[in-house]
């Protein structure tokens, strides 16, 4: 067992956080807003381009998942480093060079000649994503009282709710009218003006140097779930002799992180938040809920593009009702929660959201247009008041030095689980397609898409149960 780190001498503290004024922090939410803007439209902008993307590459459109996961697998594997790295060399810094990687990732996605340049390039972009939102959250965290922090988070967060929005309609305009290739360019302009933002405007934060960064723990953690998730890749292409070894390995190395978590000062993740009840219920349950999920963004771009021969551009339009739905339910989230209590309105929202789920079964070729607008508009109404809810249970029990490593774990669960959840949704459709990934569309997709919506809102709904643990003083 790993002795305990002793403390460091008074004089190796950081000195206290220098207030500061209304117009820096004003300033300073801002900067943290475009962050989330650029990171939020990246993660969505790619969704309705992925059938122009598949064609430009020659590859099945269900192959382009490896591309869309390993964004949100680079996000989980390297959030937990990231508070280590602003303590460390300070938020200024580490911010700045977390909107260079991302605007390089971003270029070299746009260059990319094949999946795995595209993929390697997209595993870039997330280390900057992975440094870039956790550290600009905990800069508000540090820059605002207590009393101001939940306004500001809220105000922080509107324009990465935006993003979703016009992403997937700037995908499709890109896509049809321009080149796929323009849905990673469009993130250069934004990144130069975040890196002159950043190096003015935000304030350099430190926290303590003495603590020592987990090294073998970080690559446990991360060889683990990156195994995990390339084994789920290696089921859905039916490469079942690699899938299964891969599996081993991955759930070895995780086991092996989870006693080296128990036995060293400061792991990388502390598993030991998971004996606050309400942390533990949210993390478990968030998992659970956005497995079922994860991967609905994927396939409804999927089936308007394969499955009904829509336009990119139609199948953008289509997915704004939801953004649109999220960013409305951000006026009613706070007051709803808090009337109701947390276990009742996640158990219930959530066997909602898996029923909206399921309902997306009906729509065919023939649906009304506004009949399908409403549908996408409800269940992202369900889902932003379900993010909220899963997003702040986690903290309503920790104590204020347990904020930041579970902003983190939060954070990765989040990413960790829509990675999944893609993987997931992808396998599910290569066994209803029977394998044959390649050619099917029209009707046959459509089959597809509706056994595997069942499948998930089914799994949603069962998911549900999980809040019920929440203990009653949780429960409003």
């Not at 009304?368 to 993010?387: D, K, N």
């Not at 030095?401 to 992808?426: D, P």
Request: hydrophobic fraction near 55%.
């Amino acid at each position: 067992m790993q002795a305990p780190i002793p403390a460091a001498a008074p004089t190796a503290e950081p000195a206290p956080f220098a207030p500061l004024s209304a117009a820096d922090k004003r300033t300073l939410l801002w900067l943290v807003a475009f962050s989330f803007f650029m990171q939020m439209l990246d993660s969505t902008i790619v969704n309705t381009a992925t059938p122009s993307i598949a064609r430009g590459m020659d590859i099945a459109p269900l192959a382009l998942k490896t591309a869309l996961t390993s964004y949100t697998l680079s996000l989980a594997v390297f959030i937990p480093i990231s508070a280590w790295l602003a303590d460390r060399f300070g938020t200024r810094r580490v911010f700045w060079l977390a909107i260079l990687i991302f605007t390089l990732g971003s270029l070299a996605c746009g260059l990319a000649q094949n999946l795995w340049m595209l993929v390697a390039a997209r595993v870039a972009q997330g280390f900057g994503g992975a440094m870039m939102m956790p550290v600009g959250r905990l800069a508000l965290v540090r820059a605002f009282d207590k009393s101001e922090f939940v306004s500001a988070m809220s105000i922080a967060t509107i324009p990465g709710l935006i993003g979703p929005a016009i992403g997937p309609l700037l995908g499709g305009f890109f896509s049809t009218y321009m080149s796929w290739r323009m849905i990673f360019f469009v993130n250069i302009p934004f990144g130069i003006v975040g890196l002159l933002l950043a190096r003015r405007h935000m304030p350099d934060y430190r926290g303590p140097r003495h603590v020592p960064l987990d090294l073998a723990g970080f690559g446990l953690f991360a060889f683990g779930i990156g195994g995990l998730s390339w084994a789920l890749d290696q089921v859905t292409d039916a490469n079942y002799a690699m899938a299964a070894p891969a599996a081993l390995v991955a759930s070895a190395m995780l086991a092996l992180y989870v006693r080296r978590s128990f036995r060293v000062a400061a792991p990388i993740v502390d598993l030991g938040l998971l004996h606050v009840p309400s942390f533990r219920v949210a993390f478990n349950g968030g998992f659970a809920t956005r497995l079922g999920v994860g991967g609905m963004f994927f396939l409804l771009t999927l089936l308007f593009q394969i499955g009904f021969g829509y336009s990119a551009v139609m199948a953008g339009l289509l997915q704004v009702p939801q953004a649109l739905a999220m960013l409305l339910m951000r006026f009613f989230v706070g007051r709803i929660i808090n009337h109701q209590g947390y276990r009742r309105v996640l158990m219930l929202n959530t066997a909602l959201a898996g029923i909206l789920v399921m309902l997306f079964a009906t729509i065919t070729a023939t649906t009304p247009v506004w009949l399908i607008c409403t549908q996408v508009f409800a269940y992202g109404f369900v889902m932003s008041l379900q993010y909220t809810a899963m997003n702040t249970l986690g903290f309503v029990d920790l104590a204020p030095a347990q904020a930041s490593m579970g902003s983190s774990m939060t954070s990765t669960v989040q990413n960790l689980s829509m990675s999944f959840g893609i993987a997931f949704a992808s396998l599910l459709m290569a066994i209803f397609l029977h394998g044959n990934n390649q050619a099917v569309a029209g009707p046959a997709y459509i089959d597809a898409f509706r056994a595997t919506v069942i499948v998930l809102g089914a799994i949603t709904v069962l998911s549900a149960a999980m809040f019920a643990r929440l203990p009653q003083r949780a429960a409003g």
